[in-house]
């Protein structure tokens, strides 16, 4: 027989016979493309592959994904997860939501994501309003945005969510758009890529009740790739230099990646089961002890 | 040019490599076309639904096309160029589209592909070395240039409102 030929992968061997329901002109469309783009490019089988997310219009990706899918609770996405990578390290798990359902319902999950620092990629579509509820603040919305639930503006600065994550320790964090679907096809698969906790906010712009001033089209005349700029992405204050001007300026590409990747979480776990489950009794000795008292 | 292709250096792109490539972009823009019609669908948009059936139709023939040349040419051997490393070349973008678009601006969508696709071909001649591979580029890019007369007519038919496209494409899809 001759040798096996290494298997390929398309980006349609991880789309599901699902039709994705999103607004004509979402940009979640792109960053789903993208994140098919992606996959392929890394080539895992989608039965390697589970995929989490929270509540909302960006957390219907797994359905369309061939990949095992959890469409969770609101906010929850990131502790089942984590409980995933756990109970089986040997999975690529991703996790996807949106900016509210990461920043604001499952806000007090990512702090603690990010130390425990299991090899997951977070991809946060950062549309900057509730869109499935029709348009409400979200907790990225800008100052003085005027929704159905701050009709004469909003009176609250919003979370820099690429700051947020950096200050918390994330090792991996990157930010793109739907506008250059290369660039986060390749952020995405470098995220993947990543042994760690790696962070990607994407600027995708809600069509329906999003900012009219602020959709893919700006960001195609607004967005800086950070390779363009020549910033060092190994530098963790120019990191936050730049990330500082989320909201007035569109970086795009890795913001931060540390160079010396810390132990995971989930690889911590597995050592320490296995180092306590060397050289102690087996199960059946453990019964028999009992049985004999 | 560099926001459309990943990985693939075009000095030394084959006549193989080429043919592949150019598949490759009819049948992104071809799954596109449909991926774009079942959002008008679903978003009762039948018009412009139907439109983008129909230009689905005419990228699966283009491809069909130069698959047929390919064959003639290579047979079966394996393919170095990949859907991975392409990137909406003649693919409308998904940010062009709206629910409840009219008819005109289907077809506007459909214009602004075309013009997309032939920046493409012209962007890459310079960096061409292969003189076989120059020529499909050039023949490529021609097509484009015909492609966006042909829309253009149909743009001319039809009224920058709502209203509906009549029968313009329920028959055999135009020679496009």
Not at chain 1, 149 to 169: I, K, Q
């Amino acid at each position: 027989m001759g040798a096996e030929l290494p298997v390929v992968f398309d980006p349609k061997d991880y789309k599901s016979d699902l039709k994705p329901i999103w607004c004509p002109g979402c940009g979640d469309f792109g960053v789903l493309q993208a994140m098919y783009r992606a996959l392929a490019s890394v080539g895992r089988p989608p039965h390697e592959i589970a995929f989490v997310s929270g509540i909302g219009c960006s957390s219907r990706i797994p359905g369309y994904t061939t990949a095992y899918g959890f469409n969770s609770v609101h906010g929850r996405a990131l502790p089942i997860a984590q409980g995933i990578k756990i109970a089986n390290p040997d999975l690529l798990v991703l996790v996807a939501g949106g900016d509210g359902d990461g920043f604001s319902i499952g806000g007090g999950h990512l702090p603690h994501a990010i130390r425990r620092n299991l090899d997951l990629t977070y991809i946060v579509m950062d549309n900057q309003i509730y869109g499935l509820t029709k348009g409400q603040l979200s907790p990225t919305s800008p100052l003085h945005l005027k929704t159905v639930t701050s009709p004469h503006g909003a009176m609250e600065a919003p979370v820099n969510p690429l700051l947020y994550v950096l200050a918390y320790g994330a090792p991996f964090v990157a930010q793109g758009t739907p506008a250059d679907m290369a660039g986060l096809a390749q952020i995405i698969e470098d995220a993947i890529r990543y042994p760690g906790f790696a962070f990607v906010n994407v600027q995708s712009p809600c069509v329906t009740f999003g900012q009219d001033d602020w959709q893919v089209k700006q960001h195609r005349a607004a967005m800086k790739t950070l390779e363009s700029l020549g910033h060092n992405s190994t530098d963790l204050l120019s990191a936050m230099d730049k990330a500082r001007s989320y909201g007035s300026e569109l970086y795009t590409g890795i913001l931060y990646k540390n160079p010396n990747p810390a132990p995971t979480y989930d690889a911590m776990v597995r050592e320490r089961q296995q180092a306590l489950t060397t050289g102690s009794p087996s199960p059946a000795r453990i019964l028999d002890g009992f049985l004999q008292k | 040019m560099s926001t459309k292709t990943r990985g693939i250096d075009f000095s030394k792109l084959s006549l193989k490599d080429a043919l592949d490539l150019a598949i490759l972009v009819e049948e992104e823009a071809e799954e596109r076309y449909v991926e774009l019609a079942h959002q008008m669908e679903i978003h009762r948009t039948e018009e412009a639904a139907a439109f983008f059936r129909f230009m689905a139709i005419n990228e699966k023939k283009h491809g069909s096309e130069l698959s047929e040349r390919r064959k003639k040419l290579f047979g079966d051997a394996p393919r170095e160029v990949r859907r991975t490393m392409i990137f909406d070349i003649e693919a409308p973008d998904y940010d062009e589209a709206r629910a409840q678009m009219s008819p005109h601006e289907a077809l506007t969508v459909a214009m602004s592909s075309e013009k997309k696709a032939y920046e493409f071909f012209v962007a890459a001649l310079p960096h061409l070395s292969d003189p076989e591979v120059r020529s499909l580029f050039e023949e490529l890019r021609q097509e484009e240039i015909h492609h966006q007369e042909l829309v253009a007519k149909e743009l001319a038919k039809v009224p920058a409102t709502k209203d509906a496209l009549g029968d313009a494409f329920e028959d055999e899809p135009l020679a496009l």
